[in-house]
């Protein structure tokens, strides 16, 4: 079992800044490729970014060049930073543990609780 637990949501302006933290506890947390995903009110749950085993990066078209994911293995850490934010990034941020990279949240295996993050205009 791997048990995770994001923090550092909250409300935002347009065109500020945001870090995602997500601290991993149980299984090596080094072991897992790991991911975030967003979930808006009445949308499906979507991917964000995600990261290997052993650093390689992914990104939603629409997150490229604005947030950038990031693991501290040392601290079992998963991190997403959030740059030039937009309203449409309100949602609901989860962050996720699986065997290998990939954009559909079936592939993985242990989830977060969700973090709110707020984006005002």
Known sequence: QVQLVESGGGLVQAGGSLRLSCAAS?????????????????????F????SRIGLLYYAD???????ISRDNAKNTLY???????????????????????REPSRYEYWGQGIQVTVSS
């Open 26 to 46: 149980g299984r090596t947390f080094s072991n897992y490729a790991m991911a975030w995903f967003r979930q808006a009110p009445g949308k499906e749950r979507e």
């Open 48 to 51: 964000v970014a995600t990261i």
């Open 62 to 68: 629409s997150v490229k060049g604005r947030f950038t």
């Open 80 to 102: 997403l930073q959030m740059n030039s934010l937009k309203p449409e990034d309100t949602a609901v941020y989860y962050c996720a543990a699986g065997n290998y990279v990939n």
